[in-house]
């Protein structure tokens, strides 16, 4: 079963920021946050992990709260080629990937 | 193109059926998964093997067999095939340590 509880849908306008919240309250100390999207009719593809610290890379940041009972992902300027569905995963580094039901993410023009 | 490929794209067969996946990566990676999504879009994990050695099989029923001639191929071959067999199919590859994981296209099987 997923770790996490993400908000099923979401609308972000075109060109402002997309914040994608995640709690995973029971996240164990040696569980990474991961971060993947799922465009339509495509492969899933990874976006960012992180441990505890903030993390941003070409794609995205993700924000994790100090106690990571929860975090953030965080598209700058959101185009509609980002509308996907954004899973948030927690696991042990190299444990397997389950996915949940993830948010599906409309940008609107 | 370094990638995670899978043919083919598109499969259509009828109930009873034997048919056959294939998936190739050309990453370097040491371990492959398949994953099955089905009608309501849930993801879930059947097999990964690391360098050509089962490591999961998440009760998976035994008409799907997945072989893997070397760690850059894994393949999925299912025996009879169901009704609700019919899904999308995505490979993926990754490189531990805590690496995330290339995905594959997909294969969307059609069983009729």
């Known amino acids: 079963d997923a770790k996490t509880t993400q908000p099923p849908s979401m609308d972000c306008a075109e060109g402002r920021a997309a914040n994608l919240p995640c709690n995973h309250s029971?996240?164990?100390?040696?569980?990474?946050v991961y971060w993947y999207r799922q465009i339509h009719s495509q492969g899933p593809q990874y976006i960012i992990h992180g441990l505890k610290n903030n993390e941003t890379n070409e794609m995205a940041s993700l924000i994790i709260t100090e106690d990571r009972k929860s975090s953030t992902l965080i598209l700058p300027h959101a185009t509609l080629r980002d509308t996907a569905v954004y899973y948030c995963i927690v696991r042990v580094v190299d444990d397997k990937i389950i996915f949940g039901k993830g948010t599906r993410l409309h940008i609107l023009p | 193109d370094t990638a995670v490929s899978q043919t083919p794209k598109y499969l259509v067969t009828q109930m009873g059926n034997d048919k056959s996946i294939k998936c190739e990566q050309n990453l370097g990676h040491d371990t492959m998964y398949w994953y099955k999504q089905d009608s309501k879009k849930f993801l879930k994990i059947m097999f990964s093997?690391?360098?050509?050695?089962?490591?999961i099989n998440e009760t998976v029923p035994n008409r799907f067999s997945p072989k893997s001639p070397d760690k850059a191929h894994l393949n999925l071959h299912i025996n009879s095939l169901e009704l609700g067999d019919s899904a999308v199919y995505f490979c993926?590859?990754?490189?531990?340590?805590?690496?995330?994981?290339?995905f594959g296209s997909g294969t969307r099987l059609t069983v009729v």
């Open positions: 993926a590859s990754s490189q531990p340590p805590g690496n995330g994981y290339t």
């Open positions: 029971t996240i164990s100390g040696n569980e990474y």
């Open positions: 093997y690391n360098n050509k050695e089962l490591i």
